[in-house]
């Protein structure tokens, strides 16, 4: 991962299984899916693992992170496609936020835009009105 955060090998938990999908006959014999497990408060530092905690609130059992892959034939390139898949969630995790939108008030020409636009749409329907008729 890059921002200097590194998952020793020792923390990551591989699983294999069945998986569905394309292969015919080989998907029934080869354990080609591939889940990698981490537990979160191993792998993070104290300062990172809050905002990691709140950020993947959805996906993790008991502080484990786990994905999986099983788009592939092969079991290397599901285990390539599970661990990038985690490098990802862990750096969107880990991310800082982003800085706060500063508030700015609309231009001059914006106003007389939309004050025009205004004007415009009022005219239309003031042209669709009935009108007396004039004696």
Avoid at 24 to 52: F, M, W
Avoid at 75 to 85: F, T
Avoid at 90 to 116: F, I, M, N, Y
């Amino acid at each position: 991962m890059n921002s200097g955060l590194v998952v020793p090998e020792a923390e990551l938990g591989w699983r294999f299984s069945r998986s569905s999908g394309p292969g015919g006959q080989h998907v029934n014999t080869s354990d080609s899916r591939a889940e990698l497990s981490i537990v979160l408060g191993r792998v993070l530092p104290p300062h990172l693992l809050a905002r990691a905690r709140e950020r993947l609130a959805g996906r993790l059992v008991d502080d484990v992170l786990t994905v999986a892959a099983s788009e592939h034939r092969s079991q290397l390139q599901n285990r390539e496609a599970a661990a990038d898949r985690m490098a990802q969630l862990l750096r969107e995790a880990v991310a800082p936020p982003p800085a706060p939108r500063r508030p700015t008030r609309p231009t001059r020409g914006s106003k007389e835009r939309r004050l025009q636009v205004k004007r415009q749409r009022s005219d239309l329907k003031r042209g669709r009105q009935a009108r007396p008729p004039e004696d």
